[in-house]
């Protein structure tokens, strides 16, 4: 199955607020309450944000947050920092498959 | 505290197989709701998910791939084993090994990775 769709990249300014999406269909994002966001540093492993469309673990600060419209889910951050600076990526739960799916990844830059 | 490490090598030649050991602490694939997942990325590319495998023996694979790729444990050594047959220099990637639960796309503890090359 093809995996979920991200805009390649997206770059804002320290302060401002940025969003990344990510599309599939009505059998991964549309379908489930499944949604997860990784965040990954160059040469680290991920790192969950988001988990469960919108909620956060502990220790993740809150200018991270998640939601979705239909077969679209939306990481926001608010108040950029350089740290933010990062690769995103979002993964979805799949009635295909038992693996799940992840999305393209988003590279952003903090200006 | 949950702690993965992937162990393998990191140069193979095309057509070899690739053996990798995930060694985890800190949790046992004993505990009912646990498994160990195989993720790979290749350089500056996207996560992809490759294998996972359940406290129960329960295995699933990537469809792309299932002909290739065998996942193993053994629980008394805290280890899990995936091989991958006729390896090609597409399959240069980092390989991942992550901890799981029922909600495979909810991971909180992955390993460091380890860099396999593919080339003769």
């Known amino acids: 199955q093809s995996a979920l769709t991200q805009p390649a990249s997206v770059s804002g300014s320290p302060g401002q607020s940025i969003t990344i999406s990510c599309t599939g269909t009505s059998s991964d994002v549309g379908g489930y309450n499944y949604v997860s966001w990784y965040q990954q540093h160059p040469g680290k492993a991920p790192k969950i944000m988001i988990y469960d469309v919108s909620n956060r673990p502990s220790g993740v600060s809150n200018r991270f947050s998640g939601s979705k419209s239909g077969n679209t889910a939306s990481l926001t951050i608010s108040g950029l920092q350089a740290e933010d600076e990062a690769d995103y990526y979002c993964s979805s739960y799949t009635s295909s498959s038992t693996l799940g799916l992840f999305g393209g990844g988003t590279k952003l830059t903090v200006l | 505290q949950i702690t993965l490490k992937e162990s393998g090598p990191t140069l193979v030649k095309p057509t070899q197989t690739l053996t990798l050991t995930c060694t985890f602490s800190?949790?046992?694939?004993?505990?009912?709701?646990?498994?160990v997942g195989w993720i790979r990325q290749p350089p500056g590319k996207a996560l992809e998910w490759l294998a996972l495998i359940y406290w129960d023996d329960d295995k699933h694979y990537s469809p792309s791939l299932k002909s290739r790729l065998t996942i193993t444990k053994d629980t008394s050594k805290n280890q899990v084993v995936l091989t991958m047959t006729n390896m090609d220099p597409v399959d240069t990637a980092t390989y991942y090994c992550?901890?799981?639960?029922?909600?495979?796309?909810?991971?909180?503890?992955w390993g460091q990775g380890t860099l396999v090359t593919v080339s003769s």
């Open positions: 800190g949790f046992s694939l004993s505990t009912s709701g646990l498994g």
């Open positions: 992550a901890h799981l639960t029922t909600v495979v796309n909810e991971i909180y503890y």
